[in-house]
């Protein structure tokens, strides 16, 4: 059986998608979401000559003093005359520099006896020392934000300091999430030994709470086509997620249910350890995408395809999850044909694989800081080789 590289699908998975329609939001309701175009500054910044630091305005010709101190300029409330030969002025932080004065003296250098100032340390190096010069940090019309680029908290501030109130983003993503098989139980029920709590659902929510999406909950479905079909044909929804009954079992009928609802399958089983029996398809707007059931395959795929495939539905121009690389603290085995995200904890920099990489235990997977990612076909590795790993918590 010939696997489906996983970049492959994951190109697959964002081709499937039909990229959400646009709305224009307060900056203050914009963190977490993609700004669809490049964002401009209103303003330049600062807007005029400023103090970095609280002193005196003066000359830097006529350093070393005295000076005659003739007034003062703080934030906001400039001042109003103008500096001449041998006069200065207060200045705080933020302040607009006095027309006249080019430097700034800091106060910590400074002696003042009523408007007689003199200095009493070295005094500014250069010419413009403690000025921050109108458009420092940027000019009215410079690209604060590019297009495709997430909006963190560092670029909703520049937005609101470019005087840019509003910005045009995706709407919200909505995603339905079902979980299947007839052993599931809403967790917190009282459980006999053939049930099992439930907690891919929550599983999922809690790994894309930082996505603008709105939840869809389809609940624990039953092994049961017809019960199924029905739920999936009733999805609307731009993103169906299922878990279970992706494999090749008797009770695993989220293939045929999705078919039989109308859903195009795109593609199903993927070289990937854990989260070989993913699938992906489309019915109109809505892709599907089918995780395993495995706890941690179901975390592996969301991870890898789900959550590219909402951050491409809501414009992000890099949806994909950014590998960093660690030092192997133990040697690893040579890998079969899938690409393999093994359960791994970072200590001191280097990383250590669990024992058993079972894709039903969740306690490993809680207990790992990392996945370590061993390409198809990699050689075994010595401890102090340097692996890709992808941060989980
Ligand atoms: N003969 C084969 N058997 C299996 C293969 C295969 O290639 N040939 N693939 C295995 C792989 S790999 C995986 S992964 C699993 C996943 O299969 P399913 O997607 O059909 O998952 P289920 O059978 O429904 O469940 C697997 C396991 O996970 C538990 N589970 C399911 N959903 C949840 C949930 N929402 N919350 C918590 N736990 C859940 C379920 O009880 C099972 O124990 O198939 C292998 N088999
Ligand atoms: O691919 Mo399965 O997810 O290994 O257990």
Redesign the pocket.
Known sequence: MTLLPIEEAQARVLALGTVAAHEDVAIGDALGRWAVHPIHAARTQPARDLSAMDGYAIRFADLPGPWQVIGESAAGKPFAGRVAAGQATRIFTGAAMPDGADTVLVQEEAERDGERLILAGEGPPHLSRNVRRRGLDFSVDDVLVDAGQRLTPARLAVCATGGVARVTVARPIRVAIA???D??VEPGTSAGPDT?P????LLLRALFADLPVTFVDLGILPDQLDVLTRAFAQVEADVLVT???????DH?LVRPALHAAGYALDFWRIALR????MLAGRRGATTVIGL????V?AFVTALLFVRPLVAHLSGAADPYPSPTSAILGEPLAANGNRTDYLRAELRDGRAYASTIQD??MLRTLARSTCLIIRPPHAPAAQAGDSAEILMIA
């Open positions: 979980a299947t098989g052993e599931l099992l439930e907690s891919n659902r878990t279970g009954g992706a494999s090749v079992g695993d854990p989260g070989k029996p395993p059931g495995n706890p395959s894709s039903s």
